[in-house]
């Protein structure tokens, strides 16, 4: 026997049997926006690792002067 | 008037636009995150089948705030560039080259997901019809963009290169947006509209906009988070970012 909430569930995730157009086009947009955060996230850490890198090399020998 | 100009002057600033920008970035990602959860709530339980379409009818919800975004965050970026073009700054700079990726993932999402909805409702994937092509178009450009911008070694020269390009490719905006009434195309007409009754049911019509507003609020979260980083590489040598760098290092 299957509970009521499940069978309204197989009817929410079959999308009236559009399942197969509705959710890629959902998981496009949400995997698409997840690339661009990851993206940013990957990038910043490059960025901190080479910045840290540049000072670490610098130290503390002669007082930095800005650019 | 005085205090917001002066603001407004400050935010040119590399270091406090930098501070600035990661102050709001939570506060936008918060309201985007929210908007979308009861927008999508909205679109895919609340709202009832379309007569028409059936349930396929709810890829509107990505679909067109997403094409919406992707001419939004061209416009922008192509204001952006203007700026960056005439007076320099830095920031304007900033700004223009941190919008093209984002307005890339938004034109590709737009061009996957009415591919999607094209199917079951067209017979095809792909069609060569005014507006898919102008939006096709759309993403090319903000390909060249991009790749200009990383085809130089000096990135302020490339922001320059590519800012020129941005202006120009603002052309294509109005064709994207007039194609489907200046050519017989197989893609709908508008339906939702800024003056006047929307020809869209009240049902599906909130729930569209919450979506919309989330993503310009995840635009505007994207674009601190990578204007940030950034500006971190463009300003290295600096004295802030080096203060920023230690702090960064002190939290982990």
Redesign the interface.
Known sequence: MRSVETLRMDKFLAMGGFAQYVWPAYAAFFVILAGDVLATVVRRRRVLRELRGRLARQGTRRPRVSA | MNAFKLWYHKLGSPPYFYVFAGYIQPWLWTIALLLAAVGLYGG??LAP?DALQ???F??IF??VP?AWMSLFVYGVMAVSAFVAVIWRPKMAEVLAMESA??GA?FT??AL??GS??G??MWGTYWTWDARLTSELVLFFIYLGIIGLYHAFDDPRQGARAASFLAMIGAVNLPIVHYSVVWWNTLHQGTTVHYFGPSSIAPSMLWPLLLMTIAAKF?YGA?LM??S??AL??LE????W??DE??G??AHG
């Open positions: 895919l339980v089948p059936g349930d396929a709810r890829i990505v679909h997403a990726p984002i993932a590709l999402i996957i997901t999607l909805w199917k079951p995840y994207s988070g990578r940030r980083v971190l590489s290295r040598g600096k004295d970012v080096a760098v230690r960064d290092t």
